[in-house]
């Protein structure tokens, strides 16, 4: 049998540099796969030795668009250490920030970072625009609304200036696909109308971005979360922001439901065979891009005020493993460790807790063959993402991983919502497990979370107005701080989110964030575990593999955000330079 590896690195469209080598057999069908990450981060290190309540303003660097998810999870890794009880109005202002970064998020990984895997840009330019409009419409009735984009006219405008790009010669945001390749699977009309939503889409996420900021202070590194509570003191007091806040929700919420969702059905009935093809898969159950099966989610957004980890959470906690969705077992953080067997990190020769894990570089290089390209070596360590394990097992994080958990958990909001969209769609929920199921459960994620934050707004408005101003809750960081750990346990819209801290006479002794990506984008464990990308692409058939547009799309469907993941680039495996991180250099 003879086999070729492709090779996609950068990966483009993502945060970070992500490189896939995968491994095809004569039918185009990828039959062994491997993701590296080609950066280093070391937020780490720079942390250690810092008053651990500075940290969150330093940890949300890590990333540039999940800022505000690393920064609360930081915030509340010291809180957990010093057993600190946020107020209600605190516990629901972080809330809707974190909840406008989830739709945020959703929406411009579908539209811009990830529906060019689906949609043919050069296909819309063929498209009757009057056909259009009955074809939008055909796809809200679906979903139960009116059309976002009703008017012919206005796929009429929005194609002409697609035409005058491409015969100028300057698709600019649009150039570099694989325009006209077998796997594009829709109509030129359903191409027009993901052209027209994704240019609009432009506009609704910088409204988005206005909600974080309303309560944040700014956007995209918001500045009122505190150990403690928050200080936007006067926002929450001022009915003219409030009011705001939800005028801007009401506007996206009306965009998530009559443009995503439609476009997510039309998505899924139009790729629906890929979805369910169990020839397509790494374990014959689901569809193209299922991958390893397994899920899990730490519960996000407190809807009581019971403290750490005793709360109510909107997303349920939980495991559900190997596609079995009859039971889902409890999380127990102390079953998280790090393994680095196939990370450019030296270890200690066994998977690490993150309270005692360690971030030392060891970078062993490539394999240099002998067709002049650079190779990973995949027998030793090739990426600087770490191995994450769950009690010895990799596991899936993110959306899918949210839905699909508490749907087995059988937790009413979600069960309801999921529902929906399958009772809608006609498709079984199996397919779900599929790079289809993981697009689809983020947009019913975003309608879901739409819905929620008008309740918690109101109950924010309702709370001020009987007089309760509280933000912050006093302790003393003398008696807390001086020997004492904690752990930032949540979701961040790609996923679950974990910083430990360690903190000895007032300083951080020991910081480690394992993230999403690090979960999903992880290398192999030390027992030849296959990460959740690479366990993704195995049955995959390439149309093209010199246009490997199928890596992309399921790669893509996972939202990788490799900067956070990473603990330098060059594509032929060069050393570009070398950097000393100084861990006592001034913010």
Known sequence: MSKKHIIVDPITRIEGHLRIEAVIDENNQIVDAFSSSTMFRGIETILKGRDPRDCGLMAMRICGVCTGTHYQRSIEAVEDAFDITIPKNARLVRNLIQGALYVHDHLVHFYHLHALDFVDVIAATKADPYKTAVEAAKWARVAGVDAFTSDPSEFKLIQKRIIKFVEEGRLGIFGNGYWGNDHYELTPEQNLIGVAHYLKALDIQRDIAKMQSIFGGKNPHPQSIVVGGVTCVQDIKNPARIALFKQLLKDSTEFVKRA???????????????????????????????????YMSYGDFRLDDTGFYNAETLFPSGLVLDGDISKAFEVDQAKITEDVTHSWYEGTGAPEHPYEGTTIPKFTGFEKKEDGYSYLKTDEKYSWIKSPLYDGKKVEVGPLARMVIGYVKGDKRVTKYVGNFLKRSNLPVTVLFSTIGRTAARAIETELMCDVMMEWVDELAKNVAMGDLSTWTEFDFDHVSADTKGVGLAEAPRGSLGHWVKVKDGKVENYQAVVPSTWNAGPRGPNGELGAYEASLIGTKVANPEEPLEIIRTVHSFDPCIACAVHVVDTKGKELAVYKVDPTCAF
């Open 260 to 294: 995503y969702l439609p476009d997510v059905y039309m998505a899924g009935t139009m790729y629906a065979e890929e979805a369910t093809d169990t020839d397509a898969t790494y374990k014959g159950v689901g569809g193209t891009g299922g991958g390893i099966l397994s």
